[in-house]
């Protein structure tokens, strides 16, 4: 699943579609409509990419609307570069926090956000307020 919030999705599709066909052809002749499937790898990865709209602050009505998503169905949830606004840090915790209970999977499910430090002030406030609902934070060395 890749989510944003609606005026982004459009842009989304359009660059899961460019690089299903990208892996479905040599670099040569990805634009052509002629492009093929490589027999060889009859499973394309992009062709189960889903794309929907993740409302962080109406994060359970937005998920309503995506039908397709199962209770503890997803192995693994990115965040990059989503903490950026002191104003929707709340929110944003609220969504992980809720996707954390009820859409990953319990026992090996697990959240990695990659994080592009832009206020310490917010970056400090995000992570304060993840340990407040029971997250903890391994930063890995890069």
């Known amino acids: 699943y ?28 990805w634009q052509s409509d002629e492009c093929k499937m490589d027999e060889k790898n009859n499973k394309n990865p992009f062709d189960s990419v889903d794309v929907f709209e993740l409302d962080w602050m109406h994060c359970k009505q937005s998920l ?17 570069d989503i903490i950026w606004v002191k104003d929707l840090v709340p929110s944003l915790a609220d969504t992980l926090s809720f996707l954390s209970q009820h859409i990953l999977k319990k026992e090996t499910g697990y959240m990695i956000i990659a994080e592009q430090i832009r206020s310490n002030a917010i970056s ?16 890995v060395p890069g």
């Open 124 to 139: 400090e406030t995000f992570w304060r307020t993840m340990k407040l609902r029971g997250f903890e934070r391994v930063i």
């Open 2 to 29: 890749v989510t944003d919030l609606n005026y982004c999705l459009q842009n989304i599709r359009i660059n899961v579609e460019n690089n299903r066909r990208l892996y479905a052809c040599n670099a040569s002749q």
């Open 64 to 80: 309503q609307q995506y039908t397709k998503i199962q209770a503890n169905s997803v192995d693994v949830i990115v965040g990059s």
